[in-house]
């Protein structure tokens, strides 16, 4: 089991495109944090534990690890770099496999913690608590008009406006409401504050997490392209380069006013939940069609 002298383990959580890759950046420029890249793989394990049975029995786990080091995921971000040093560490449920894993690729760079930032994890928070009961959650929040507007530029991202408006409002809100009942575990961030004032948040945070603030995590962008596979960099231009204001509100130009109002029908007390800053636009009829289709679409 992890040993009650170890710190636990930091989950970083936010709708995709959130900012959480430059946060996670920040955090592993620190010399006591290992953030690798995205895993993708603790939750959707932890529901197939029952192919694998007692994982206390090494020819168990070591079937469970060899199909966790094919995930994509995992194999882009070199989280499993040597098998046979997870497998040497005493394992004896899932909590202790994946502190494994992750805790060999920590001390593989002489770092004492280790923490995730997987986004696809965010509406599975109680999952994640259920693994490491004392596990920190860090949740960064953006202005949901520039999560939509930057999922549009990816190519795998789907095009749909009211779908990313709908799934930004229910992970976002998912975790705010399972955040309040994780009370002192729980820390919610706004990007936009991150961006604005970096050192006054990351001191924030690492009070929250039980760090010593380190200005290091400020010159991140230095060795970011080492630590960002490099089949994501294109993905992560921005987030590679310091927190720059200016890229902030895009939504207020490169967003038309039909999309605006669409925005504000669909997740408007959402936007009013995080303190972002509404222009209530007269809605059109079209617009109002949608909040209806697909708010009887979610009680269906």
């Known amino acids: 089991m992890i040993g009650k002298e170890r710190k636990p383990p930091v989950f970083l959580l936010g709708s995709q495109r959130s900012g959480t890759t430059m946060l996670r950046l920040m955090l592993n420029n620190h010399p006591d944090l290992a953030i690798p890249h995205e895993s993708a793989f603790i939750t959707i394990y932890f529901r197939k534990l029952g192919d694998y049975g007692d994982l206390s029995r090494k020819e168990n786990a070591r079937k469970l690890l060899g199909d966790v080091a094919r995930h994509p995921l995992v194999l882009r971000g070199k989280l499993i770099a040597d098998p046979e040093a997870v497998l040497a560490r005493p394992i004896h449920d899932y909590r202790d496999f994946v502190d494994a894993i992750f805790q060999c690729y920590a001390d593989a760079l002489g770092k004492a913690r280790w923490g995730d930032k997987t986004p696809f994890y965010t509406p599975d928070i109680d999952v994640i608590r259920r693994i490491f009961p004392t596990a920190k959650i860090v949740h960064l929040v953006r202005d949901g008009r520039d999560v939509v507007l930057s999922q549009r530029s990816i190519e795998w991202m789907s095009g749909n406006l009211p779908k990313l408006v709908l799934d930004w409002q229910w992970k976002t809100s998912i975790a705010h409401k399972v955040g309040a009942v994780l009370g002192e575990d729980f820390l919610e961030v706004r990007y936009e504050d991150l ?106």
């Open 195 to 300: 961006v604005r004032r970096p050192e006054e948040i990351l001191r924030q945070i690492c009070g929250f997490i039980g760090e010593a603030y380190d200005p290091t995590m400020l010159n991140y962008s230095v060795n970011a392209t080492d630590v960002v596979p490099s089949g994501s960099l294109k993905w992560h231009r921005n987030s590679v380069k310091p927190p720059d204001p200016t890229q902030l509100e895009k939504w207020k130009t490169k967003l038309s006013k039909s999309e605006r109002i669409l925005f504000e029908q669909l997740a408007g007390e959402t936007l009013d939940l995080f303190g972002y800053e509404r222009e209530h636009l007269a809605p059109t009829v079209a617009s109002r069609a949608l909040k209806v289709y697909y708010t009887l679409l979610k009680r269906n």
